[in-house]
């Protein structure tokens, strides 16, 4: 390969962190809100910025969020869009790390793989959120576990990825064990199956793998929450109210262009592990990763980082190019380039178009700043108030001061985290209507509402009410999707 050649070849994996989402989303909040309190009070054990009382909670995320408020302090809001390319150019190049190691060093096709999945995965799922941390993590576990069967003694890296990992994403510790077993189980022989998947891979289970289990768990213990930290993952996910309400945690539709790249996966993949027999770890994770994707929507990032890895075992003797002449003449190049050009074009107009549709103030996510404004402006005072909000916007609100029934973080207000009550579940029913909002009202003594056009049922049901005085209107939307938002205060003396 040309030394060109080579340097644009290796910079077109880059091209989908310069599509990176500028738009901080509404979770941020929060983590500036943790990472606010933990600087001046240490590490909480009772959640502290809703209207709600004794909840137990811990901060599952807490030094994703005390690097994300270091930044800012440092850098503004656009170190933190600059952070997450930064971790997403991180998370691509990992991607291709693995490939290369799995395709035995062919470079032409690790380049075609990380370059669309890392576009894609960039376009998508590299935000402001833990899971540019986490996916990084778990892209060196499996590097490690890759690199271990010609040298074990690095499986001894593993606790320190999983020690990581409990500290930036608590929630998603569970997967680090997920993506070890299909490497256990294939190092084991099992000769019933050597017609289909290759076992009996270079692991020395018995003292090496198992010794390195213990040390992951025992190494995960050390976060400020010890071993009630491991199980948050699993207390936090699998609740049906929580899957029906939130977006991302809905199963991947197949109408939705998110299911376009991960089918053309597993039609690829599915049949080419029947032809021939391939190390049982590719299978398992294909088929595991690929269950979880469909499961949940913000699970389609594992299985395109780790599902579609099998396609570097399965194309790696294909000749794309010979490695000496490869150069910007080849076919495959020309193909590969022409693809990415004309991936990035079609990107680059969809998101400058979605850009330039929303309002400058709103790139930081903050889309409630002017309901924040005018209820810190009450002359009640933001101590003295008690607001019933919409999901989404709970999270800002208490960023600024003022006390919440619910916010974005949605496994704080189930029981089995918190020790008290299903407060989602209650959420639930108020916003599906199914709990009238005066009975809401009653019970938490709630001084304000807010409300958006996001709930069409309640914010006309909220509008009719007498008891109800509008005091502020809003907008909370983009230029695309225009959405108004209201401010009621509550008359209890009618």
């Known amino acids: 390969m040309t030394a060109s050649g080579k340097y644009l070849a290796m910079l077109s994996l880059f091209v989908g962190v310069f599509f990176v989402k500028r738009d901080l989303g509404v979770d941020i909040w929060f983590m500036f809100n943790n990472s606010q309190y933990i600087w001046a009070n240490g590490f909480p054990q009772v959640e502290p910025f809703t209207l709600h009382e004794n909840l137990s909670y811990m901060v599952q995320q807490w030094l994703t969020g005390m690097i994300f408020e270091a930044v800012r302090e440092n850098f503004g809001y656009a170190g933190l869009v600059w952070l997450a390319r930064l971790m997403g150019a991180g998370i691509v190049y990992g991607y291709y790390r693995l490939c290369l190691k799995i395709s035995g060093g062919n470079h032409p096709l690790s380049l075609v793989l990380a370059g669309s999945v890392g576009l894609f995965v960039c376009l998508v799922f590299v935000c402001t959120r833990p899971v540019i941390f986490s996916s990084l993590v778990l892209i060196a576990e499996v590097l490690t576990l890759e690199a271990a069967q010609t040298k074990p003694r690095l499986l001894w890296l593993l606790p320190v990825w999983s020690v990581l990992l409990i500290n930036f994403h608590a929630a998603v510790w569970g997967m680090f064990l997920v993506l070890l077993l299909p490497y256990v189980l294939a190092a084991y022989p099992m000769p019933r199956l050597a017609g289909f998947v290759e076992t009996g891979i270079n692991l020395p289970v018995k003292k090496t793998v198992a010794a390195a289990a213990l040390g992951i768990v025992a190494a ?275």
């Open 220 to 494: 995960a213990v050390f976060n400020p929450y010890g071993i009630t930290a491991l199980g948050y993952g699993a207390r936090s996910y699998g609740h049906t109210v929580i899957n029906e309400m939130i977006s991302e945690m809905r199963p991947l539709d197949v109408h939705s262009a998110l299911f376009v790249l991960p089918a053309a996966f597993l039609l690829f993949l599915l049949p080419a592990y029947g032809r021939r027999p391939v190390p049982l770890q590719y299978p398992l994770l294909t088929v595991g990763t690929a269950y979880m994707a469909l499961a949940a929507i913000r699970s389609e990032i594992m299985f395109l980082l780790f599902g579609t890895l099998g396609t570097a075992y399965v194309l790696r003797d294909v000749k794309w190019a010979s490695v000496e002449g490869f150069s910007l003449g080849d076919k495959w190049l020309r193909l590969w380039l022409t693809a990415t050009v004309t991936l990035v074009a079609a990107t680059a107009v969809i998101r400058s178009d979605d850009e330039e549709d929303r309002f400058p103030e709103y790139y930081y996510g903050e889309i409630y700043k002017e309901a924040g404004d005018f209820l810190t402006a009450l002359p009640e005072g933001k101590e003295n108030i008690r607001l019933l909000t919409n999901y989404d916007c709970g999270s800002y609100m208490e960023y600024r001061g003022i006390k919440c029934y619910i916010d974005t973080r949605a496994e704080v207000f189930l029981a089995a985290n918190n020790k008290q009550k299903d407060i989602f579940h209650e959420f639930a029913y108020y916003h599906w209507c199914y709990l009238p909002h005066r009975k809401l009202l009653w019970r938490y003594d709630f001084t304000h509402i807010l409300i958006t056009e996001d709930n069409l049922s309640l914010y006309y049901a909220l509008a009719h009410d007498p008891r109800l005085e509008l005091i502020f209107e809003f907008n909370c939307g983009s230029g695309k999707e225009p959405c108004t938002g209201r401010i009621y205060k509550v008359n209890k003396e009618q």
